[in-house]
């Protein structure tokens, strides 16, 4: 076992977590009926957190807010004199909230010292500058979700888990689906992969389970020299405590999804609520409503069944490893 694989079993090797059911209705409700929450409660760190976490949690907070009063987004919009698609978007995450939005939205839904405070300390964070954000648009969107989750699930049908990629494995995908990038903006998505996977496993150590299509094993990415060295590192990887690997054999039939990908991340954050990341040719989706992380928790656990358990995927890798060291390189 090579030194970085030691060094990033010896890392989550330290953590455990117990799997969290299918979001319920009274996850729902704690974060509608929201109350003060004290700094440390949360979970959110008051440094080297995510931005892109704190700026969800802020916005779940202010709709949370608005709601209480009863009143739209339209009418909090013509209070403040901005735009309705401004007041969206800090509810959402997808912008960061200045100090004086806070202020003028702390005054109109009258707000307590404690609750401003608050609120002012996540849109302070959701203003820092993290490793993942000169990745650009819409990498760093992704890996600030994926960098403050604790439980990630990942399935795919077409392709390896970005996160248990090699590096050349990881080229050839990406040249696939851009051919007409330049290498150097190849290189750049590698090693934003890469990355992704240092930081992750190395400073966050989040619980991993991937489930993925017996079909990935078979289609040859690169070379077959590649896809030997990226069985061999997922063998590597099955081994870790905290990395769950299944494999969907030929035999278990249809699959109850059509989707290609999809990941659900999990957050310890009672304010932030799960997402469900789903690839798109055009643009990705980010789904967080509670009936739709229903059923892709469902759907999940159903392909988990589905699959072969941890002994079996590791006989099924490992023969296609002996395939692919027969052939030519």
């Known amino acids: 076992m090579s030194a970085s694989i030691v060094t990033l079993a010896h890392a989550i090797g330290k953590y455990q977590f117990d799997l969290p059911t299918a979001v319920s209705a009274q996850q729902a409700m704690r974060v509608l009926h929201w109350t003060p929450i004290e700094r440390g409660v949360t979970g959110v760190p008051t440094t080297g957190g995510s931005p892109t976490v704190s700026r969800r949690e802020l916005g779940t907070l202010l709709r949370t807010l608005r709601v209480r009063k009863g009143w739209t987004a339209e009418q909090v919009a013509e209070r403040l004199m901005v735009s309705p698609s401004k007041v969206s978007r800090l509810e959402t995450g997808q912008r960061g909230a200045s100090a004086r939005d806070i202020r003028d939205l702390c005054e109109l839904y009258e707000v307590d010292d404690a609750q401003r405070e608050h609120l002012m300390e996540l849109a302070s964070e959701g203003k820092q500058r993290a490793w993942w954000q000169p990745l650009g648009e819409p990498i760093s969107r992704y890996a600030g979700l994926e960098a403050a989750a604790e439980w990630i699930s990942d399935y795919g049908l077409a392709t390896i888990p970005g996160l248990l990629q090699t590096p050349n494995y990881a080229r050839a995908i990406v040249r696939a689906a851009v051919p007409k990038w330049v290498p150097g903006i190849v290189e750049q998505r590698v090693e934003g992969r890469i990355a992704r996977q240092e ?15 017996e079909s990935v094993l078979h289609r040859i990415v690169g070379s077959p020299a590649i896809m030997r060295a990226q069985l061999e590192r997922l063998l590597e990887l099955s081994e870790l405590p905290g990395v769950t690997l299944q494999v969907i054999p030929y035999e278990a039939g249809a699959l109850p999804v059509v989707s290609h990908k999809f990941i659900i991340l999990r957050f310890p954050e009672p304010a932030v609520t799960d997402v ?4 798109g040719l055009t643009r990705d989706q980010y789904l ?5 992380l229903e059923v892709y928790n469902t759907t999940f656990r159903t392909l988990t069944q589905l699959a072969a358990d941890r002994d079996k995927t590791q006989e099924i890798i ?3 490893l002996a395939h692919y060291s027969v052939r030519p390189g």
């Open 199 to 213: 930081h992750l496993f190395a400073d966050h150590v989040p619980r991993f389970e991937a489930v993925m299509d």
């Open 276 to 279: 469900v990341y789903i690839e």
């Open 288 to 292: 967080d409503e509670p009936d739709d």
């Open 318 to 320: 490992a023969a296609m």
